[in-house]
């Protein structure tokens, strides 16, 4: 990954995760129906009480 990629990435996690008043939830669809967090914004954990720890 190059540099510029990196700072785009860095900037859109930034924004899902300040940038909403909304909750973002990004969820991976696994094998066997298993769902897994991969993302959830600042204004998901502080409503639902979810932390970093419940996700990817």
Not at 17 to 27: L, P, T
């Amino acid at each position: 990954m190059n540099t510029k990629t990196k700072t785009i990435e860095l900037s859109f996690d930034q924004v899902l995760m300040d940038g909403f008043d909304e909750m973002i939830f990004i969820i991976r669809v696994e094998e066997n129906s298993i769902f897994s967090y991969e993302f959830i914004n600042q204004v998901a954990m502080e409503k639902t009480g979810l932390s970093k720890a419940n996700f990817r």
